[in-house]
């Protein structure tokens, strides 16, 4: 392993400045790679920088934190989501159902057709 002869530079950031930089990453039109990327930091400490706000491990001035808002679903709607899938999936099993129901009629028909065919073409020996 390589020694270093000079100690590697530490950059220490501001809380202040870590909460902008995640406010302005929860931005709609603007990518969290831009804001890494505009404020000079890398990729990855900002994503470790939002892990930490959402956890609350980051905290300003107590005010309230803007933009993680997380939609709360209910068990009644999840009950109804869960519910539409299935309904959509017992849909897509019927119709494929239904499909090989077809084919194996088909098949039938045509394994009937070979038959009569075969019987047909003998010629009865006298």
Do not use: C
């Not at 950031?13 to 929860?26: G, L, N, P, Q």
């Not at 001035?61 to 999936?89: F, H, M, N, P, Y």
């Amino acid at each position: 392993m390589p020694k270093y002869n000079n100690p590697r530079k530490t950059w220490h950031y501001s809380t202040e400045f870590k909460i902008r930089a995640v406010k302005m990453s929860y931005q709609p039109d603007i990518q969290s790679n831009q804001v890494a990327e505009g404020l000079g930091i890398h990729p990855f400490m900002l994503s470790r920088w939002r892990k930490e706000y959402r956890e609350g491990l980051l905290q300003g001035d107590g005010k309230k934190r803007v933009g993680l808002s997380k939609k709360r679903i209910s068990k009644s709607q999840k009950k109804i989501t869960e519910t539409a899938q299935l309904r959509a999936e017992v849909e897509r099993l019927k119709k494929e159902n239904d499909l090989l129901k077809e084919w194996q009629q088909y098949l039938a028909e045509k394994h009937q057709n070979d038959l009569d065919l075969s019987s047909d073409t003998k010629k009865p020996s006298e």
